[in-house]
């Protein structure tokens, strides 16, 4: 809050325009020395004495204006340009210092050493004999209290010497005056004008809490604060999993930071893993309207990371005490100047920073089949991705008769078996097809993908493997896709989950890498793309150190990302070494983990058991806590990875026909484990992750399998 100086025209006058030091000085040194000397007893401008110990700092100085109290006004020290005064002048009673340091907030430690002694106007009497201890620049700091002892001896005034301190029968610095300056009515008058114009001006810049509030609620008010801040510390582009997990990360280092998170989504800042889960498992009626469901181990949670109370509103944040986290939705950033640190939204805002991630994700791809189709097809279509694409397909799922998804991969797969249960009970008819031998065709080995594909069958889908889209046209009031190898599919929706296209559409304007093979934006170790800018989550294109070059499109994977990046934003300066985790189920009773490089294409060894009551990811979660397994064990890694002969009966690959209960596939590159799947085993990744970081040989993968203790009962 500014200390301010009360300008009073005349005795009879009280109550006139309150102005600070530093707008006192705005209203013209040489005018104002002009106005407040000898007016006193004239009717002239009286302005108290607020001379008080300052701290002068880094050479600058600071303009005050001030006179003594009663009668005579005197003469003072305007200084020339570029120069600022020193000591009061030779029987003046007015000072005029420069300094460009602002006022500290009261209940500082420097607001309580320049808050004159005493109260009142008692605490600044004219005798007391204060002056600069230096001129602006010299960096000598007064000292707190207003003592005679404290300041140099000033020469006498015109006709005496100077008393004892506070003396009130000592003479006055007014009361002998050189008349350097004469006071005519009309400056009185010009100077009363030029204080009022500069006081209306800086109430307007303060805003009271009812002026905020008339402003949020539509009523124009003046200098209302704006709706985007025109600068933030941190700045996070998409408002997904990796920029919350960056959001947590920065406020953990920094608990004052101040973080914006600019939001194309038009909700909140949410977990995706259970729109293609948990929410369609659940009873309640209003699921697509509370967002909240009901874990495999029968816990309860919302969908939304944290409730709206969490969030600081966007256009408080550079005013809140303790800083916080912002979120701008339905925004999105159409340009960058990495050079000046600044970014343009798409209504033209534009928003400086000091630091800025990029976890803009990815959008959903589509069939070329599809897309030439028209408007007519397209208004019939789903790419699944957002919250809204969960309401809507959960709304056309009560009202259409058939619905096909096209893509045989996690999504795909989640989706068939999550709409093949309200099949049964809705007849509704779930068609799957995709272009590969079986479901999961791309991640697990022939025979585990047979048997996948068998249990979708078993949900109530109607599966169509080795089925490549040719057309999509509307034949009716039906949709009919036809196949390359002429079969025809009639449906009433189509879902399409053919993959994930990284947004990389800022790379342009801001000169950032995107790699050719694997699409995204190139970081180095630290996640970092240039001086001021990291990326995370899907649109990350890194390094990995066992692995290679990679993109990853996983939920851990978006955690562990926005959490390193946010920390080195902060000064951490951390590689990326973290091997994430990724799982999938096909309903409460089967699902499997993942991490490394999972491709069907890669030589595997798989080492299976008989399963039991608790291997289901059910059981998994009533284990753990949470249905969001990556949660327990982000960063978990077995210590020690010991493998030794054990009499523990060896796990046996199922013969064809058998049920694959639980079990461990290696994915080999060379003879070393770069990927690892766990079939029906929970809990287990941290040694999963152990054994990829050691990059070793095996000689006999079952021995490595004993360490998941698959032959458990």
Known sequence: MSRRVRVRSGAAAPGGPTLTRGEAARAGAAEAAVAVQGVGQQGGVEVPDVRRPVSVEDGRGEQEAAAGPGGGGGGGAAGRPGQAAGRPQHGGGATTETTGQKDRPEGSTEARQRRPMGSGRAAHAPCCRRGRAGGAGSGVKRPATCSAAAWPPLPPPQGGAWREPCDPSAPRRGDALPQVYRTLKENKERFTSRVTTITTRSQEKELSPSDTDAASQGTAAPGARPEVPSHVPFLLIGGGTAAFAAARSIRARDPGARVLIVSEDPALPYMRPPLSKELWFSDDPNVTETLRFKQWNGKERSIYFQPPSFYVPVRDLPFVENGGVAVLCGKKVVHMDVR??????????????????????????????????????????????????????????????????????FLGSELACALGRRARTRGLEVIQLFPENGNMGKVLPEYLSNWTTEKVRREGVNVMPNAV??????????????????????????????????????????????????????????????????????????????????????????????????????????????????WSDLGPNVGYEAIGLVDSSLPTVGVFAKATAKDTPKSATEQSGTGIRSESETEAEASEVHISPSFSPMPQVPKQGEDYGKGVIFYLRDKVVVGIVLWNIFNRMPIARKIIKDGEEHDDLNEVAKLFNIHEE
């Not at 397209?378 to 959960?394: A, G, W």
């Not at 949709?479 to 189509?494: A, N, P, Q, S, Y």
């Not at 000064?571 to 070494?577: I, L, Q, R, T, V």
């Open 469 to 582: 889209v040719k057309s999509v046209s509307v034949c009716g009031n039906r949709l009919m896709i036809k196949l390359k190898d002429g079969r025809k599919v009639e449906t009433d929706h189509i879902v399409a989950a053919v993959g994930l296209e990284p947004n990389v559409e800022l790379a342009k304007s801001a000169g950032l890498e995107v790699d050719s093979d694997f699409g995204g934006f190139r970081v180095n170790a630290e996640l970092q793309a240039r001086s001021n800018i990291w990326v995370a989550g899907d649109a990350a294109c890194f390094y990995d150190i066992k692995l290679g070059r990679r993109r990853v499109e996983h939920h851990d994977h978006a955690v562990v990302s926005g959490r390193l990046a946010g920390e080195n934003m902060t000064g951490a300066a951390k590689p990326y070494w973290h091997q994430s985790m990724f």
């Open 340 to 409: 000046g640190n600044i970014v343009k939204l798409n209504d033209g805002t534009q928003i400086s920073y000091d630091k800025c991630l990029i976890a803009t994700g990815g959008s959903p791809r589509n069939l070329p089949a599809i897309e030439r189709a028209g408007k007519d097809v397209q208004q019939r279509l789903t790419l699944f991705r957002k919250i809204e694409d969960f309401k809507s397909l959960e709304k056309i799922s009560r009202e259409v008769k058939s619905i096909t998804i096209i893509g045989g991969g």
